[in-house]
């Protein structure tokens, strides 16, 4: 599977989990085929389109609030003919309680400041041994998120990625905002 580029993607004004990082967090979820995936705050669906490519006999819920976003998301995934995509609209928590639990993977995008109560929720849906791979920009965000894993005693990894870019004659480099990386693995049952 070819991963798919920024430019590829229909972006409105909805947030997007930008290419570098979204491969790292794919390939840190270790997807299968037949993988049932949760993606957290979908936006334009860049990670949620990504992994139906990848678990072609699986199924990919993306739970997103903002209407403009939903948009954004079924325009995408018409564009790429994900029909294995469902879309759930609301706060991410207030909907988890109502989903049928047993994901292979869990992606979280976006936490509209409910870090704590997304990653309890979350960690019931998730199968023994599946991983959260979980993005953010805040330090705060981050050691949350950390402190709460740990206490579901999930194994938590942690990386830190600066992505700059050229621009110009020049060459300049211009910087994105650093994002950090959590893979936890839920620990057997």
């Not at 949760?38 to 903002?66: N, P, Y």
């Not at 706060?91 to 869990?106: H, K, Y």
């Amino acid at each position: 599977m070819i991963f798919i580029k920024d430019e590829e993607f229909l972006r409105g004004e909805s947030p997007m989990t930008k290419e570098e990082v979204r491969i790292i967090s794919i390939a840190k979820m270790e997807l299968k085929e037949d993988y049932r995936c949760l993606d957290i705050g979908a936006g334009t669906g860049s990670v949620s389109i990504q992994m139906a490519k990848f678990c072609l006999k699986g199924k990919v819920l993306a739970i997103e609030k903002e209407d403009k976003a939903i948009q954004t998301l079924y325009e995408n995934i018409n564009k790429f003919g994900c029909h294995n995509i469902e879309v759930i609209k609301g706060e991410a928590s207030n909907m988890l309680d109502s989903i049928e639990p047993g994901f292979d993977s869990i992606f979280v995008g976006g936490s509209g400041g409910n870090i704590e109560n997304i990653i309890e929720k979350s960690s019931n849906l998730l199968k023994p041994q599946g991983r959260m791979i979980l993005n953010f920009v805040t330090l705060d965000n981050v050691y949350r998120a950390i402190k709460t894993l740990e206490d579901l005693e999930f194994h938590v990894e942690c990386s830190q990625i600066a992505v700059s870019k050229a621009r110009g004659k020049s060459y300049m480099l211009f910087a994105n905002n650093p994002i950090f990386i959590l893979c936890a693995e839920k620990r057997k049952e």
